[in-house]
């Protein structure tokens, strides 16, 4: 499980556990609050239930007394015995009604209150009950007529005592109902608070989750979108976005009638930082353009990256001289030096400007046209270049002569020459140049010069090295087989000097051809060396390591510090040609020619003169001391066969090899 995917999981167990919490508080709530209200329910429905027992005892109670009373009166009146006999049963089964019904209000369970009543009521009963009786025998036996008198005021008096006391009695059950009513109202409450308490809880709990849940949601939708957006790497818009944002300006500029501009860039070098120093240098390199272009740019410019080394720049409405100024301005941002991580890295850019709608009215015309034009600015290697249509042909070409020499390289269409270099002390061969051609299938026979700035601009250059020295190297061993034992020289490109496999693979080439080292020359141009110092410098002393020859060519054309050559491990100097062809007829060109043989001498190291096309050239060189020439005098580059033939018949090869043409055979 990633780390990603496990920070998923815990939210996603956070925000089930916050759910769950909240599903269990308000199961817990409808639990408590029913049971509550139940209970609530139960009592009052005991309480009422005992309370309407009471009352309808009391209320038999009262009713028996009254009728009782009423019953005294009757047999007082009545004269005939049977009626008054059968008037005496109904006042006795009164008593009984009375006395079951009290008996009854006694055994349920009752109050203090009720008790002291009910005390109160039997004292009350036993007190009248001799009155009573009094009444009944003096009804039941004749007609006395203090018999009224007695009712009036003996009996009448106590039952009525009696009669309040059960009044008092029903009073106090009203009172008890009243007071339980009351406490089931009040419980009714405080359980309807606890749900609304809990409920409150509960929601508010669901709200945090629920808000938890849009922010992260929110938040993880916004993060897919920038994903989908922008460029992981830089943080630039990329290719998706530009798009949009392209389109979006295409409308809006249709609209108002404005202009806009795209510059479309690549860096001229970037695959082989990235193939030399590795993944992280060619990330961070990037990382770095990035923020110079930012850094260029107003604020309402868009600057995207389309993916690898391709960036894109959107002005809007923008005047022709600020087009100029900001490419200018972004050419001189990338040149200067990039230090990353601990190499330091120079590079270029090419960029191509197409102008909306002078180049084109849709997104693809005006994205495919700044390509054109990007494509003529880096073979023209002028920095930036606005679209012309002229420039749609050569960018064709471009691109097939591009495929072409990969091709080439991958089916030996190359085709190697050797031009022979003579040592003055001996005026014999003691080495070979190697220089590459092209037997192209259709344009004929190419001289290096046509295609080798194709290379280097393209990423060609490593497998092109790489062809060159392997098929050097067989030749050299070819040569040393048949006993002649010189050395071969091979060019070598600034790009080269940034691929930190070249030693390695050098090593794996000697190896294999079984050279060696100090039979291989490799050739440097000034400006290669200076180009990059500091990575150059790390490879040169691989090289020197390995004991293989390191010369500066063209020695004279560039602008090196002769203090930082003289620290270079190289042995040898070549002076170029055009100083060398010239020296005859130019004082400048010889003195030039002259103190470079003196400054090699003095620094250590062979002098190599290129360009020698006449024997008064020779003899001049060799007189000043210069350690070996190479020119037309001698040979012009020659194939393999015929370098052989070469060897065989030149006054220069002579006796190089007795048998040479013997082994060779
Ligand atoms: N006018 C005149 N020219 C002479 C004379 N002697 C030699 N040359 C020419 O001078 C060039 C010498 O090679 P370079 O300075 O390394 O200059 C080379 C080198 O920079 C590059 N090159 C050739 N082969 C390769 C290669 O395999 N790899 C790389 N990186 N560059 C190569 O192409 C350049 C041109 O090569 P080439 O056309 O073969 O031209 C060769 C050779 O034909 C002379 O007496 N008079």
Same mark, same amino acid.
């Given at each position: 499980?990633?780390?990603?995917?496990?920070?998923?999981?815990?939210?996603?167990?956070? =925000?089930?556990?916050?759910?769950?919490?909240?599903?269990?508080?308000?199961?817990?709530?409808?639990?408590?609050?029913?049971?509550?209200? !139940?209970?609530?329910?139960?009592?009052?429905?005991?309480?009422?239930?005992?309370?309407?027992?009471?009352?309808?005892?009391?209320?038999?109670?009262?009713?028996?007394?009254?009728?009782?009373?009423?019953?005294?009166?009757?047999?007082?009146?009545?004269?005939?015995?049977?009626?008054?006999?059968?008037?005496?049963?109904?006042?006795?089964?009164?008593?009984?009604?009375?006395?079951?019904?009290?008996?009854?209000?006694?055994?349920?369970?009752?109050?203090?209150?009720?008790?002291?009543?009910?005390?109160?009521?039997?004292?009350?009963?036993?007190?009248?009950?001799?009155?009573?009786?009094?009444?009944?025998?003096?009804?039941?036996?004749?007609?006395?007529?203090?018999? *009224?008198?007695?009712?009036?005021?003996? @009996?009448?008096?106590?039952?009525?005592?009696? @009669?309040?006391?059960?009044?008092? /009695?029903?009073?106090?059950?009203?009172?008890?109902?009243?007071?339980? =009513?009351?406490?089931?109202?009040? @419980?009714?409450?405080?359980?309807?608070?606890?749900?609304?308490?809990?409920?409150?809880?509960?929601?508010?709990?669901?709200?945090?989750?629920?808000?938890?849940?849009?922010?992260?949601?929110?938040?993880?939708?916004?993060?897919?979108? #920038?994903?989908?957006?922008?460029?992981?790497?830089?943080?630039?818009?990329?290719?998706?976005?530009?798009?949009?944002?392209?389109?979006?300006?295409?409308?809006?500029?249709?609209?108002?009638?404005?202009? *806009?501009?795209?510059?479309?860039?690549?860096?001229?070098? *970037?695959?082989?930082?990235?193939?030399?120093?590795?993944?992280?240098?060619?990330?961070?390199?990037?990382?770095?353009?990035?923020?110079?272009?930012?850094?260029?740019?107003?604020?309402?410019?868009?600057?995207?990256?389309?993916?690898?080394?391709?960036?894109?720049?959107?002005?809007?409405?923008?005047?022709?001289? %600020?087009?100029?100024?900001?490419?200018?301005?972004?050419?001189?941002?990338?040149?200067?030096?990039?230090?990353?991580?601990?190499?330091?890295?120079?590079?270029?850019?090419?960029?191509?400007?197409?102008?909306?709608?002078?180049?084109?009215?849709?997104?693809?015309?005006?994205?495919?046209?700044?390509?054109?034009?990007? %494509?003529?600015?880096?073979?023209?290697?002028?920095? *930036?270049?606005?679209?012309?249509?002229?420039?749609?042909?050569?960018?064709?070409? #471009?691109?097939?002569?591009?495929?072409?020499?990969?091709?080439?390289?991958?089916?030996?269409?190359?085709?190697? %020459?050797?031009?022979?270099? &003579?040592?003055?002390?001996?005026?014999?061969?003691?080495?070979? !140049?190697?220089?590459?051609?092209?037997? #192209?299938?259709?344009?004929?026979?190419?001289?290096?010069?046509?295609?080798?700035?194709?290379?280097?601009?393209?990423?060609?250059?490593?497998?092109?090295?790489?062809?060159?020295?392997?098929?050097?190297?067989?030749?050299?061993?070819?040569?040393?087989?048949?006993?002649?034992?010189?050395?071969?020289?091979?060019?070598?490109?600034?790009?080269?000097?940034?691929?930190?496999?070249?030693?390695?693979?050098?090593?794996?080439?000697?190896?294999?051809?079984?050279?060696?080292?100090?039979?291989?020359?490799?050739?440097?141009?000034?400006?290669?060396?200076?180009?990059?110092?500091?990575?150059?410098?790390?490879?040169?002393?691989?090289?020197?390591?390995?004991?293989?020859?390191?010369? &500066?060519?063209?020695?004279?054309?560039?602008?090196?510090?002769?203090?930082?050559?003289?620290?270079?491990?190289?042995?040898?100097?070549?002076?170029?040609?055009?100083?060398?062809?010239?020296?005859?007829?130019?004082?400048?060109?010889?003195?030039?020619?002259?103190?470079?043989?003196?400054?090699?001498?003095? /620094?250590?190291?062979?002098?190599?003169?290129?360009?020698?096309?006449?024997?008064?050239?020779? #003899?001049?060189?060799? !007189?000043?001391?210069?350690?070996?020439?190479?020119?037309?005098?001698?040979?012009?580059?020659?194939?393999?066969?015929?370098?052989?033939?070469? =060897?065989?018949?030149?006054?220069?090869?002579?006796? =190089?090899?007795?048998?040479?043409?013997?082994?060779?055979?």
């Amino acid at each position: 499980m990633t780390a990603n995917s496990k920070h998923h999981f815990s939210i996603g167990v956070r =925000i089930a556990s916050g759910f769950l919490i909240a599903i269990m508080l308000m199961l817990a709530l409808t639990y408590v609050s029913l049971n509550h209200m !139940e209970q609530a329910n139960a009592r009052l429905k005991n309480i009422v239930q005992k309370n309407n027992v009471k009352t309808e005892m009391a209320q038999i109670m009262q009713k028996a007394l009254r009728e009782r009373a009423l019953s005294m009166h009757i047999m007082a009146v009545l004269t005939d015995d049977f009626l008054k006999d059968e008037e005496y049963q109904r006042f006795n089964a009164l008593g009984g009604e009375y006395t079951r019904a009290r008996e009854k209000l006694e055994n349920l369970a009752v109050s203090p209150e009720e008790r002291k009543v009910f005390s109160r009521i039997i004292e009350l009963t036993r007190a009248a009950q001799p009155e009573v009786q009094k009444v009944i025998e003096m009804g039941l036996h004749g007609s006395d007529p203090g018999i *009224f008198d007695q009712i009036r005021n003996e @009996s009448m008096p106590k039952q009525r005592l009696i @009669s309040e006391q059960v009044d008092a /009695l029903i009073r106090l059950q009203q009172s008890q109902a009243a007071a339980a =009513i009351k406490e089931a109202e009040t @419980s009714s409450a405080s359980a309807r608070k606890t749900m609304l308490l809990l409920g409150g809880v509960a929601s508010l709990l669901t709200l945090v989750i629920a808000i938890f849940v849009g922010k992260r949601a929110s938040k993880h939708a916004q993060a897919l979108e #920038h994903q989908a957006l922008y460029d992981d790497l830089t943080g630039l818009p990329n290719r998706t976005l530009f798009q949009d944002r392209l389109k979006q300006t295409i409308t809006h500029s249709q609209r108002e009638g404005l202009t *806009f501009a795209i510059m479309l860039m690549d860096l001229d070098r *970037f695959k082989e930082v990235n193939d030399t120093l590795g993944h992280n240098v060619g990330d961070l390199l990037l990382q770095e353009v990035s923020q110079r272009l930012l850094k260029t740019v107003r604020n309402s410019d868009t600057v995207a990256r389309l993916g690898g080394d391709e960036f894109v720049i959107l002005l809007e409405n923008p005047s022709e001289a %600020y087009i100029q100024k900001i490419a200018q301005k972004i050419l001189e941002a990338l040149d200067h030096p990039f230090s990353l991580d601990q190499d330091v890295v120079d590079i270029n850019a090419s960029m191509g400007i197409a102008l909306y709608p002078e180049h084109g009215n849709d997104a693809v015309t005006l994205t495919q046209r700044a390509d054109v034009a990007m %494509y003529a600015a880096k073979h023209d290697n002028c920095g *930036f270049l606005l679209y012309s249509e002229s420039q749609e042909q050569s960018s064709r070409a #471009h691109l097939t002569f591009k495929s072409e020499l990969r091709q080439a390289i991958e089916n030996d269409e190359l085709v190697l %020459y050797f031009q022979p270099k &003579i040592d003055h002390t001996t005026a014999r061969i003691m080495g070979v !140049e190697a220089l590459v051609r092209w037997q #192209h299938p259709k344009r004929g026979f190419l001289p290096p010069d046509q295609f080798i700035l194709t290379a280097e601009q393209t990423g060609l250059m490593q497998s092109l090295t790489h062809w060159v020295l392997e098929k050097a190297l067989l030749q050299c061993a070819a040569l040393h087989k048949a006993g002649i034992f010189i050395n071969v020289a091979v060019n070598l490109s600034a790009r080269n000097l940034h691929d930190k496999q070249l030693p390695a693979n050098i090593a794996r080439l000697l190896d294999k051809t079984n050279v060696e080292p100090s039979y291989l020359v490799l050739e440097i141009t000034e400006s290669a060396m200076m180009a990059d110092q500091a990575s150059a410098l790390v490879i040169l002393n691989q090289l020197d390591k390995m004991d293989v020859t390191l010369a &500066i060519d063209d020695f004279g054309t560039g602008f090196s510090s002769l203090a930082y050559l003289s620290k270079l491990p190289v042995d040898e100097i070549k002076i170029d040609k055009s100083f060398v062809m010239e020296m005859m007829s130019d004082k400048q060109a010889l003195v030039i020619v002259k103190s470079t043989i003196d400054l090699g001498h003095n /620094l250590g190291l062979k002098v190599v003169a290129e360009g020698v096309e006449t024997l008064e050239a020779w #003899h001049a060189l060799t !007189e000043w001391g210069c350690d070996c020439a190479q020119g037309y005098l001698m040979s012009k580059p020659l194939s393999a066969a015929d370098l052989m033939r070469w =060897i065989n018949e030149s006054s220069w090869a002579e006796g =190089i090899s007795a048998n040479s043409m013997k082994n060779l055979a």
